[in-house]
């Protein structure tokens, strides 16, 4: 009698890790609606997309030492494009996925980026997802204040504080400096643009991010506009 009983709570014990297992299998191949929406084949559509995020974005970058004001708009599909297209191709790209993250994607809101991307590969592979409030801090020159949310591996809740040391790591690479602090319960991020130029060469203005859409604007500071060289313009070449 003493063996059918325990071989009854045996049994019991395995369904239900079974189940576990199978539930927590589910929820970790969970992925958020707006990463599957935006997820656009390959197509000339969407390198077009990408290369006209590349056109917009790339001036900017060149004329911020060369322009008394600057700026670009973005479209969400542009973004998402450009990180299938053409993000893929950069070092950085490369340096993500040494820490296991891929296909990253983008939806935007007023005042919020959600932000997911894969992680992992094989069985092993998740798609881990943020919501995100981004704001220029009042005040401060270039600095942005990036507060997280909600954070979600499939559909489990998971620590904020990953994603915010991951961020720091990468930003001291581009020798920016990164602050973390607490903001009404939510753990935020205050990336400092330009703590290594001491005065700042340069200020945003504006960091917009409207509905599908992403607004950049900002001005060079006259003592550090410098004259133009011809041999770094960026051509808007035709694609391919």
Not at 134 to 159: D, N, T
Not at 216 to 224: C, D, L, P, S
């Amino acid at each position: 009698m003493r063996k059918r009983k325990l071989g009854w709570l045996c049994g019991i014990t395995v369904l239900l890790l079974g189940g576990g297992l199978t539930t927590l299998g589910a929820l970790l191949e969970h992925e958020p609606s707006f990463y599957c929406q935006n997820q656009a084949p390959p197509s000339t559509a969407r390198k077009e997309l990408a290369y006209t995020f590349f056109r917009n974005f790339s001036p900017m970058m060149l004329n911020w030492e060369h322009e008394p004001t600057w700026g670009c708009d973005v479209t969400e599909a542009q973004l998402n494009c450009f990180f299938d297209e053409i993000f893929v191709q950069l070092g950085e790209a490369e340096e993500l996925r040494k820490l296991g993250i891929s296909s990253p994607n983008v939806s935007l809101e007023d005042d919020h980026v959600r932000l997911a991307f894969r992680y992992g590969s094989g069985w092993f592979s998740t798609v881990v997802s943020y919501d995100l409030k981004i704001w220029l801090v009042p005040k401060e020159a270039s600095v942005i204040a990036v507060e997280i949310g909600r954070a979600r591996a499939g559909a489990l809740p998971i620590s904020k504080l990953s994603i915010l040391h991951q961020l720091s790591d990468l930003a001291s690479k581009q020798n920016y400096k990164v602050t973390l602090y607490r903001h009404e319960g939510n753990s935020v991020a205050l990336v400092d643009l330009q703590a290594d130029q001491q005065p700042p060469k340069w200020i945003l203005t504006t960091l917009k991010v409207g509905s599908k859409g992403l607004t950049i604007r900002g001005k060079t500071q006259e003592h550090a506009l410098l004259p133009l060289d011809p041999t770094k313009i960026v051509k808007n070449n035709p694609l391919p």
